[in-house]
């Protein structure tokens, strides 16, 4: 079966540093890649994506890096927040699933942000 | 923007009991989704429809019924509730493509003792 996997169950950084959260993946076909932040007692939000024919994309103080050749993925957050406090969940699907647009999750990295 | 709305938010049910939890998408969403997460735990795929009159079973499905007679709407049933199904349940929705970001809903938290 699918297999997506987080390096670090939890992670604390310091308000003003920069926070990286990283995810394996196995299935090679997986050509699509979301990062979700959730808060507690909240839903999944969508934080940024990025598709296989990508290395990295950049969004407002986030930033995702895509290593197919490892099959890793990672989540860069630029000067933590304390608001940025959440668990973060990466998730990945393949076009060639014949089961509809099914997403694989993480177990998800908790991140604590020390003021 | 309502976007993905699931009801109830809390619930406590008692073994053998049974209920529906009800999810509506004003996106015109053609895929839908049911997730439960346990606690520290990723989520795992319930049942999916791929539109209306469309179902069909994901990673965990026993114990569980969905139905989808709308586009809009997709509620979960669960029979003969049981201790395992203590859990939040995250209702979901999509485009009808590979490659598109699925949307959640705010989930629902059900206790069965």
């Known amino acids: 079966g699918e297999s997506v996997g987080l390096h670090l169950p939890t992670l604390s950084v310091q308000e003003g540093d920069n926070s990286i959260i990283n995810c394996a993946y196995s299935n090679s076909a997986s050509d699509y890649f979301i990062w979700y932040k959730q808060e507690s007692g909240k839903g999944p939000q969508f934080i940024i994506d990025?598709?296989?024919?990508?290395d990295k994309r950049q969004g407002q103080r986030v930033t995702v890096l895509l290593n197919k050749t490892v099959k890793h993925l990672s989540l860069q957050i630029a000067a933590t927040q304390p608001g940025d406090s959440a668990v973060y969940f990466c998730?990945?699907?393949?076009?060639?699933?014949?089961?509809?647009?099914?997403?694989?999750f993480g177990t998800g990295t908790s991140l604590t942000v020390i003021p | 923007n309502a976007g993905v709305t699931q009801t109830p938010k809390f619930r406590i049910l008692k073994i053998g009991q049974s209920m529906t939890l009800q999810c509506a998408q004003d996106?015109?969403?053609?895929?839908m989704y049911w997730y439960r997460q346990d606690p520290g735990m990723g989520l795992k795929l319930i049942y999916y429809s791929v539109g209306a009159g469309i179902t069909d079973k994901g990673e965990v499905p026993n114990g569980y019924n969905v139905s989808r007679s709308t586009t809009e709407d997709f509620p979960l049933r669960l029979e003969l509730a049981a201790p395992s199904q203590t859990s939040v349940y995250f209702c979901a929705s999509s485009w009808p493509a590979a490659g598109h970001t699925i949307y959640f809903g705010e989930g629902s938290w059900l206790t069965v003792v």
């Open positions: 990025i598709r296989s024919n990508m």
């Open positions: 998730a990945e699907n393949s076009k060639f699933t014949n089961t509809g647009n099914q997403f694989y």
């Open positions: 996106m015109n969403h053609n895929y």
